[in-house]
């Protein structure tokens, strides 16, 4: 009898899951703008049920391959960025907090994206008012005077706010230059560090570390310096070699970790695609194990130069940390862009982030560094633009972003983000369909995990006349199979099974 009990579980164990699986949570955001980052709250699940004939195209989900764990979405709180939403929180504190709200709420169960990887910079960009570092004081090389009252007092308010509203939090500081007394050009405009000054400049970093903890700010990682091969005399800029670079990573790792700062990573690179293959790979082995990573941007090369980095480095971790968007660019033209290239493309080419450039300005893409020509002609745009009078709006970059976050966000309070698994698209329609798929994992073994795919159906028709045309698609699961008819646009959803 007992043998016959343990035969008939084993049995069950074997059948698919087809009255088990449901999708019940659909986020969208369409080509028209009809749904925006829109829980559609369907009446009635969508099921799992026994395979029959594929549609359109079938999407196989296959949880048995997994990459790499997801850090989150987000963009950088620049100067610029602090000061407009701090603004606004004096102005009109109910739409201030709606904002962060939306921005950053990471409840899987609310209609908000959850961005939670911010970058901070170290001193002034190209969008703060004037040039400045935390110690501007001629050869203080003890960095006894670094002064982090030099950082706008709005950055550490607007900070915590985000702290408050979003516990998974995580900042990556990274400066755009040395002090300038460090520099060849003694401006922090242009020009490269002085080689002597390379143990300072590790001081001058750790001590930012230091200084944004003491302000209650976790650092979770810190960059050496952003995009080390831009030298423009017309913002905050420097210039280094791969093998400067990685001096300054060992100095600096050296200090962290004899500081009881060990768990922070130092990412190295900081620029775009299309040197991927040289800088950063001269950069992690010459740094060894200094380097936790690197990060890209977007503005110039492929996104399928990562493949290159990954290809020789698999060890180490990719970051996607930087894009803009441009005022007067098409809307649903850059939501494919996004997608396909960033928060599709990027990610299935191992980046543990995704993050756009400026969380929040003007719109005019304001305020900015007096005289840069960064962001020249219409100006960049932000995640959410925010006016003098009090209102706002978010743009693309944030729809596009949002449908990629919810699909990673903790399922259970301190439980881990999403883990991208292994997803191929088949069938007649496969062209149309950009797909990535993911595991979340619970708190508690016994708890179903979350699986969610983000499906981007870019059928508008293109070379041919527009043409906006859905997709009827099979998502097939552990021998199982629902079928959803995707529009043109992004769309969000999940299921739980067991992991």
């Not at 004081?137 to 985000?162: A, C, H, Q, W, Y």
Request: aromatic residues 14%; charged residues 15%.
């Amino acid at each position: 009898m007992f043998i016959s009990f343990v035969l008939f579980f084993y049995y069950l164990s074997c059948l698919p899951f087809s009255t088990s699986q449901q999708i019940w949570d659909i986020y969208q955001t369409t080509w028209d703008r009809s749904k925006l980052f829109t829980s559609l709250n369907p009446s009635s699940p969508i099921n799992f049920v026994s395979p029959g004939a594929s549609a359109d195209a079938d999407i196989a989900f296959d949880d048995n391959t997994q990459y790499q764990s997801m850090l989150g979405f987000g963009a950088t709180l620049t100067d610029s960025s602090a000061t407009v939403l701090n603004n606004l929180k004096k102005k009109n504190s109910g739409n201030y907090w709606a904002v962060i709200d939306k921005l950053f709420n990471p409840s899987i169960s609310s209609t908000s994206a959850g961005l939670s990887y911010i970058r901070v910079p170290i001193g002034a960009s190209d969008f703060s008012t004037n040039a400045y570092s935390l110690n501007d004081n001629d050869g203080d090389e003890s960095m006894s005077r670094l002064d982090m009252t030099r950082v706008p007092s709005s950055v550490f308010t607007v900070l915590k706010d985000i702290m408050g509203a979003n516990q998974y939090s995580k900042f990556h500081l990274v400066p755009w230059s040395p002090p300038a007394w460090m520099k060849d050009t003694y401006s922090m405009s242009g020009g490269s560090i002085r080689e002597e000054y390379i143990p300072a400049y590790a001081k001058y970093l750790l001590k930012a570390v230091q200084g944004y903890k003491s302000q209650g700010i976790p650092v979770y990682a810190i960059s050496v310096q952003n995009e080390p091969q831009n030298s423009n005399p017309t913002y905050p800029t420097c210039w280094m070699t791969p093998d400067v670079e990685a001096r300054i990573a060992v100095a600096l790792r050296n200090l962290l970790d004899s500081n009881g700062l060990g768990s922070v990573r130092i990412v190295g690179y900081e620029h775009n695609w299309n040197n991927a293959a040289s800088y950063p790979v001269e950069l992690v082995d010459d740094a060894n194990n200094a380097v936790s990573g690197v990060a890209f941007h977007c503005y110039s090369g492929s996104v399928k130069n990562q493949d290159s980095f990954h290809n020789a480095r698999p060890g180490k971790d990719i970051y996607f940390t930087e894009c803009s968007g441009t005022y007067g660019s098409d809307w649903w033209g850059d939501i494919k862009w996004y997608m396909d290239n960033l928060w599709i493309g990027s990610v299935e080419r191992f980046s543990r982030t995704g993050l756009m450039w400026n969380i929040a300005l003007d719109g005019s893409g304001n305020p900015k560094f007096p005289g840069t020509d960064s962001c020249g002609g219409p100006g960049c745009r932000p995640i959410v633009t925010v006016n003098g009078d009090g209102s706002y709006s978010f743009n693309q970059e944030f729809y596009a972003m949002a449908q990629a976050s919810k699909a990673i966000l903790p399922q259970d309070a301190g439980g881990p983000f999403g883990q991208r698994v292994a997803t191929t698209v088949k069938g007649g329609k496969a062209w149309a369909l950009r797909v990535s798929g993911f595991v979340t994992k619970r708190v508690s073994g016994s708890d179903w995990a979350r699986y969610s795919v983000v499906v981007m159906n870019y059928n508008d028709g293109g070379s041919s006349g527009w043409n906006p045309s859905p997709v009827k698609a099979t998502i097939s699961f552990r021998g199982v199979q629902a079928t959803y008819t995707f529009p043109v646009g992004v769309t969000t959803l999940w299921w739980f099974a067991p992991a």
